[in-house]
């Protein structure tokens, strides 16, 4: 089956940049997803690239699409102290339209923003 | 305002009691998810559901049972035979299939369920 992997942490300065990876193994992944997730709430959409793209920038979120290592990346610019949340991948298969576009998600890595 | 509810935020039960949380939306959303979330772990789906009176199972619906009566509800119940039931829950909703590839899923706040 797919399966979405991420490293479990990260910790980043204030004002520097974050980069967050992650690594899915389904190749025929039609979108994947970058959600966040602050302490005891629900998931939010941050941002999302089509795989025919290899970038996509969204202010200070900038996504990284290498299809052929099958490989995402979350750059947050100027990474604030309200950016520490928990971030997961999230991929789906727009073309197994029985599966109903379930997202299979990666376990998340928690970004801790040092001031 | 349009958006997904859950409730409660926190649930206590006794082992071996069922538990039902509630999820509504009023996005007009055709298809629901509950998802299901421990510490350290990604989210893990439970059931889904794509229309009204039909679901089917996820990758862990063992002890869990849903129902889907109304477009706007998609209750699910714990039962006593899930046997490792304290984690968070998060329910979700989608616009739909329709054989439209990207379909953001929006999510409710979650209930922390504790079985004592």
């Known amino acids: 089956g797919e399966d979405v992997e991420q490293s479990l942490f990260l910790s980043v300065r204030e004002g520097d940049s974050s980069v967050i990876n992650c690594t899915y193994t389904?190749?025929?992944?039609?979108?994947l997803y970058w959600y966040k997730q602050e302490p005891g709430a629900g998931l939010q959409l941050l941002t999302y690239?089509?795989?025919?793209?290899d970038m996509k920038q969204d202010q200070r979120l900038t996504v990284l699409l290498n299809k052929k290592d099958k490989h995402l990346s979350l750059r947050i610019a100027d990474t604030q102290t309200g950016d520490s949340a928990i971030y997961f991948c999230?991929?789906?298969?727009?073309?197994?339209?029985?599966?109903?576009?379930?997202?299979?998600f990666g376990g998340g890595t928690r970004v801790l923003v040092k001031p | 305002d349009g958006g997904i509810t859950q409730s409660p935020k926190y649930l206590f039960r006794k082992e071996g009691q069922n538990v039902t949380l509630s999820c509504e939306q009023n996005?007009?959303?055709?298809?629901m998810y509950w998802y299901r979330q421990d510490p350290g772990q990604g989210l893990r789906l439970i059931y889904y559901?794509?229309?009204?009176?039909?679901?089917q199972k996820g990758d862990i619906a063992e002890g869990y049972s849903v129902s889907r009566e109304k477009k706007e509800s998609f209750p699910l119940t714990v039962t006593s035979a899930q046997k490792n039931p304290t984690a968070f829950y998060l329910c979700?909703?989608?616009?739909?299939?329709?054989?439209?590839?990207?379909?953001?899923?929006?999510f409710g706040p979650g209930t922390r369920l504790t079985v004592l």
């Open positions: 389904d190749s025929s992944s039609t979108y």
């Open positions: 999230a991929e789906s298969n727009g073309a197994h339209k029985a599966a109903g576009n379930k997202l299979t």
């Open positions: 690239i089509f795989s025919n793209m």
């Open positions: 559901s794509q229309i009204v009176n039909d679901f």
């Open positions: 979700a909703s989608s616009m739909g299939t329709g054989g439209v590839a990207y379909n953001e899923q929006f």
């Open positions: 996005l007009n959303h055709d298809a």
